[in-house]
């Protein structure tokens, strides 16, 4: 097995497994290039469909991924290939009443699609050019959703226990597990644009060395759960610190969706919806 392939078994799901399929010989790769109307895909959604019939990723409900499969499997041709409204395919119908225009590519560029696996792996993003007939251009990509995760008791496990289940990528930092000092700035770690960084602390003290050196990241959220008074202490510390407040008006204070919640796996739920919405929303297909 090649290492993008053991990268492609840790990704079963999301917005780059048809992609990262596509490398292997033998398996087509299915793109959405126009939607018309509303569809629950965004532009640019793939497919990989594998040589057994069986696919890789969604597109719809399941009858779209047969019919794909059927036509990878009958016609060796690229093409693009209409459904749902205005299709000549009076026999098949796409629930949502849009239409679809889709790349049908039985054999994808393998070397073109390994190179942009090796840039999101390498957490950049990255383009990959679709062939003639496609009306659209290229496919972009963006590294995966990456958190990173400060705190204490239950409320970091709870988060860090959603983000698995999720299939998110995360890593945790806790003052229990010894892997943080209090006053300690952890320079020795990274953080993208593709990144979100949540600090869970009931000791807002151990907040201040953390947030001096996320507020220099890109990352797109920094999050800090507390209260009125604990959101204003903190402004106050980082203002006398040097930070201007436009800089530490990106710390998301309360956190999430629901502004109250008591509870750790609330919060944690809250949290991360508003941490995929906000990645999603960054999305270059987004829309």
């Not at 490398?23 to 469909?49: D, K, M, N, W, Y």
């Not at 390994?114 to 003639?132: F, N, S």
């Not at 983000?163 to 700035?185: N, P, Y």
Request: aromatic residues 4%; charged residues 20%; contains cysteine.
């Amino acid at each position: 097995m090649t290492a993008i392939e053991e990268r492609q078994s840790a990704h079963v799901a999301g917005d780059q497994a048809a992609l990262r399929a596509a490398c292997r010989p033998g398996v087509g790769l299915c793109t959405i290039t126009h939607i018309e109307g509303s569809f629950s895909r965004r532009l640019g959604a793939q497919l990989a469909v594998n040589p057994d019939g069986s696919v890789i990723g969604s597109l719809a409900d399941g009858c779209l991924e047969q019919e794909l499969a059927r036509e990878i499997s009958a016609c060796g041709e690229r093409r693009v290939l209409r459904y749902g409204a205005g299709s000549p395919n009076i026999d098949f119908r796409l629930p949502c009443g849009g239409g679809l225009d889709i790349l049908i590519d039985p054999e994808p560029d393998r070397e073109a699609c390994r190179a942009v696996v090796t840039r999101l792996d390498d957490r950049q993003e990255a383009r990959l050019t679709l062939p003639h007939p496609s009306p659209m251009p290229q496919r972009r990509y963006v590294p995966d959703l990456r958190l990173m995760l400060f705190g204490e008791g239950p409320e970091l496990a709870a988060m860090s226990q959603l983000a698995t289940a999720s299939g998110i990528v995360s890593e945790s930092h806790g003052r229990d597990d010894g892997s943080l000092a209090l006053g300690q700035v952890p320079d020795h770690l990274t953080a993208d644009r593709w990144t979100a960084i949540v600090l869970l602390f009931h000791d807002h003290e151990w907040e201040r060395a953390i947030l001096q050196w996320a507020l220099t990241t890109p990352a797109f959220l920094i999050g800090a759960q507390g209260g009125s008074p604990a959101r204003a202490a903190r402004e106050a510390d980082l203002v006398s610190l040097g930070f201007a407040p436009q800089q530490v008006a990106r710390i998301a204070s309360p956190l999430g969706t629901v502004k109250h919640s008591r509870e750790p796996m609330g919060l944690a739920l809250s949290a991360l919806a508003g941490i995929v919405g906000e990645y999603e929303r960054r999305h270059p297909h987004h829309g």
